[in-house]
């Protein structure tokens, strides 16, 4: 199957400053890869939705200025938290969806810790 | 509005019983529905999804338009299924997937 890989798997960092993780999908090109929030035993939550070349689709209740999301290849994505805060703390996810498929493929996954 | 309910949290069952993880949709066209499955300290992972119409270490899954449900089923459960399972929807292609808020299934020896 195919592989998508974030960096970094786990990160701290102190209150204020801004942090970016990455999403590379390493064997295929993804137009399109979502980014997730996941809360301890909770399900993952839509962030946003990153198109190549174009602006991120941001869901309902999503800052966008906040969450800065960029896709300027078909194989990577970021997101950047910025002015990160205690609340930010969390389990980001992201995907790559290969669209003749529509099957998702997963990062592992980064968690934020936000002192 | 796109919506995945799965009214069970946890589903605790004995090896080598029957095993049924519910999933309703609600979606307005016509939806690709998924099971994802997330095991102890490993990353989320497709297990099958509607169109293929296979079976997946045993698990299987029909699409009922008429009742938009979309239920995981095993006849016989074994231990290593205990792992989080997610039913998701898309619209297709590169459209956006939502996920459900998950069921753990917890096989008992």
């Known amino acids: 199957g195919a592989v998508v890989s974030q960096h970094p798997s786990w990160v701290i960092c102190k209150s204020g400053t801004s942090v970016k993780i990455e999403c590379r999908s390493l064997?295929?090109?993804?137009?399109?890869m979502f980014w997730y929030r996941q809360f301890p035993k909770q399900s993952l939550m839509l962030m946003a939705t990153s198109n190549e070349g174009s602006k991120a689709t941001y869901e309902q209740g999503v800052e966008k200025d906040k969450f800065l999301i960029n896709h300027a290849s078909l194989t990577l994505s970021t997101l950047t938290v910025t002015s990160a805060h205690p609340e930010d703390s969390s389990f980001y996810i992201c995907?790559?969806?290969?669209?003749?498929?529509?099957?998702?493929?997963f990062g592992e996954g980064s968690r934020l810790t936000v002192l | 509005a796109q919506r995945v309910t799965q009214p069970e949290k946890l589903l605790s069952v004995f090896k080598g019983a029957p095993v049924e993880l519910k999933c309703n949709y609600s979606y307005s066209g016509s939806p690709e529905l998924f099971w994802y499955v997330q095991y102890s300290r490993q990353r989320l992972q497709l297990l099958l999804r509607h169109i293929s119409r296979e079976s997946i270490k045993g698990f299987t899954a029909d699409l009922n338009k008429g009742e938009t449900s979309f239920h995981l089923k095993k006849p016989f459960a074994q231990e290593e299924d205990s792992a989080m399972y997610y039913c998701?929807?898309?619209?297709?292609?590169?459209?956006?997937?939502?996920f459900g808020a998950g069921t753990r299934l917890f096989v008992k020896a």
């Open positions: 995907s790559a969806s290969r669209t003749s498929t529509g099957e998702l493929f």
């Open positions: 998701a929807l898309s619209g297709g292609g590169g459209f956006k997937t939502i």
């Open positions: 064997d295929f090109q993804a137009t399109t």
